[in-house]
């Protein structure tokens, strides 16, 4: 029962998608993108089943890669960055 500390609920990884979600506003990547409607079903998926996901999703639209990791465990941040492919 100690091990239930560490992970993250349910609410714990809404909170963490909706951060990225706005981060994803700010930079104006909106889900007309295919990459992005990926991510999307990803952090939905995410929120739902409570396992941890790491991401690679090309976005050859702006020659880029989404990669990262959404976390359970409360030790580590759930990180989602654009990396070039050039």
């Known amino acids: 029962m100690n091990n239930i500390k560490y992970f ?3 609410a714990e990884r809404r909170y ?3 951060n ?3 981060q ?3 930079n104006n990547l909106h889900s007309y993108y295919p990459a992005i409607r990926k991510l999307l ?3 939905n998926t995410y929120v739902k089943e409570g396992k941890r996901i790491n991401i690679n999703i ?7 890669n ?14 989602i ?3 070039s492919t050039l």
């Open 8 to 10: 993250r609920n349910e």
């Open 16 to 18: 963490e998608t909706l």
């Open 20 to 22: 990225i979600i706005y």
């Open 24 to 26: 994803m506003k700010q």
């Open 41 to 43: 079903e990803l952090l």
């Open 58 to 64: 090309p976005f050859p639209e702006l020659k880029k």
């Open 66 to 79: 989404i990669v990262g990791v959404l976390e359970v465990n409360k030790k580590y941040k759930c990180e």
């Open 81 to 83: 960055v654009l990396k």
